[in-house]
């Protein structure tokens, strides 16, 4: 019985240990906003693109990823590759 539950911890322990894959891109804004401020622009972006149709905007074919797109530059965010410091 003892070797079933090293088993089971050692499975329950290596699912603990994957990672999720990096970001390949984030937002950059030349007004030096602070997180706070980033997450309420990102929220209002995402809540606004999805509306009803309940697209994802992570979905970079989706209508609703060319409007978060277009919401975010319209708040002064462009999105730049990962290989760059994060200010946020």
């Known amino acids: 019985m003892k070797p ?9 322990l290596a699912g603990c240990a994957t990672q999720q894959p990096a970001a390949t891109h984030h937002w950059v ?8 401020e980033y997450q309420v622009d990102n929220n209002y972006c995402s809540r606004v693109s999805t509306g009803s149709s309940g ?3 992570f979905e970079t074919n989706s209508e609703a990823y060319g409007a978060y797109v277009a919401c975010m ?3 002064g965010y462009q999105l730049t590759a990962s290989n760059t410091e994060r200010p946020y």
């Not at 079933?4 to 329950?12: D, E, P, Q, R, S």
């Not at 007004?31 to 706070?36: A, F, I, K, L």
Request: proline share 4%; charged share 15%.
């Open 55 to 57: 697209q994802s905007v």
């Open 73 to 75: 530059n319209e708040r």
């Open 29 to 36: 804004s030349a007004d030096q906003v602070t997180s706070p």
């Open 4 to 12: 079933m539950i090293y088993l089971v911890l050692a499975i329950g």
